[in-house]
T-cell receptor, first 112, second 115 residues
Framework: GDSVTQMEGPVTLSEEACLTI???????????LFWYVQYPGEGLQLLLK?????DKGSNKGFEATYRKETTSFHLEKGSVQVSDSAVYFC???????????FGEGTQLTVNP | GAGVSQSPSNKVTEKGKDVELRCDPISGHTALYWYRQSLGQGLEFLIYFQGNSAPDKSGLPSDRFSAERTGGSVSTLTIQRTQQEDSAVYLC?????????????FGAGSRLTVL
């Protein structure tokens, strides 16, 4: 079945540091890929998505590129802020959209 | 409504009791999903509804778990004879139309604690 593997956390960075959270997936066909974020005390919300190979999703300074050859969708940001502290989830959806399969989540803490 | 609404936000119950968790999706969203988030774990898929039918209920962990959806809107997740391992945050999400690229909107969750 489909699966998503994220780098283990937690990740602690200083403000303005570079961020990369690795995500790889296993799926048949052509899944869509997502990053969701869960800020403290809030519900999950979409951060960005990509629906086909070589697409780049971007939002709030975060980027991720759908790499079919390496089955990866790594999340990157050039300069993190304290307000980026949250749990980040990589996810994939098959073409039917009947379920979203999530990774384990990565806790990010950014210190001033 | 403006967002996905879940109730109760917190529920503490004794082992062996039944609980019902409610989800009110965004108006017009035909697809509805239940997930479970246990402490330190990722999100575990439970069940998916398209309209009132559940074409995928493969994630329900045991026959103590059931869910229904009526009127293509509100859904109820029922856990019978609760066990301590059922303690988790139960998340509901909805989307306008299921497709691979659709975005799920999540509710804030119902935190269940079984003593």
């Amino acid at each position: 079945g489909d699966s998503v593997t994220q780098m283990e956390g937690p990740v602690t960075l200083s403000e303005e540091a570079c961020l990369t959270i690795n995500c790889t997936y296993t799926a048949t066909g052509y899944p869509s890929l997502f990053w969701y974020v869960q800020y403290p005390g809030e519900g999950l919300q979409l951060l960005l998505k990509a629906t086909k190979a070589d697409d780049k999703g971007s939002n709030k300074g975060f980027e991720a590129t759908y790499r079919k050859e390496t089955t990866s969708f790594h999340l990157e940001k050039g300069s993190v802020q304290v307000s980026d502290s949250a749990v980040y989830f990589c996810a994939l959806s098959d073409q039917s959209g009947s379920r979203l399969t999530f990774g384990e989540g990565t806790q990010l803490t950014v210190n001033p | 409504g403006a967002g996905v609404s879940q109730s109760p936000s917190n529920k503490v119950t004794e082992k062996g009791k039944d609980v019902e968790l409610r989800c009110d999706p965004i108006s017009g969203h035909t697809a509805l999903y239940w997930y479970r988030q246990s402490l330190g774990q990722g999100l575990e898929f439970l069940i998916y509804f398209q309209g009132n039918s559940a074409p995928d209920k493969s994630g329900l962990p045991s026959d103590r778990f059931s869910a229904e959806r009526t009127g293509g809107s509100v859904s109820t997740l029922t856990i019978q004879r609760t066990q301590q391992e059922d303690s988790a945050v139960y998340l509901c999400a909805s989307s306008f139309n299921p497709s691979g690229a659709n975005v799920l909107t999540f509710g804030a969750g119902s935190r269940l604690t079984v003593l």
